[in-house]
């Protein structure tokens, strides 16, 4: 997994890098090496703002937070991406059982 992280008028410390890190190990580690993960930070006076793309093969999924604390942000961007992520699994799960009754009939007739 490559993760990229860019600050916009704040500097990115290792506490925020690896911060970052151990939430994305919990939230994405299912992913494997195909997914490309950007993560932005931007802060305005009192407003952190994080945003997360998680770009994989098939899908993309982005997701955008602000509150007034930057780690609040970081984790609140992470379980909106990690909830599309587990929508999309389930979505895919279903998909595949569905076919596979749809073939098992098939034989059946």
């Known amino acids: 997994m490559k ?7 704040i500097e990115i410390t290792d506490g925020i890098r ?3 890190n151990k939430k994305m190990e919990k939230t994405i580690a299912d992913l494997g090496d195909a ?6 930070l931007s802060v305005e006076k009192h407003r952190h703002f994080a945003e997360i793309t998680v770009k994989t093969k098939g899908f993309t999924v982005h997701s955008h937070e602000e509150t007034n604390d930057l780690y609040a942000s970081m984790d609140k961007a992470l379980e ?19 076919q596979g009754s749809n073939s098992k009939n098939q034989i059946q007739n």
Not at 3 to 9: A, D, F, L
Not at 35 to 40: E, F, M, S
């Open 3 to 9: 993760i990229t992280v860019t600050g916009r008028k």
């Open 18 to 20: 690896d911060h970052l």
């Open 35 to 40: 997914a490309d993960v950007h993560v932005a």
């Open 80 to 98: 909106k991406i990690e909830k599309q992520l587990r929508k999309h699994k389930d979505k895919a799960k279903d998909l595949r059982i569905k």
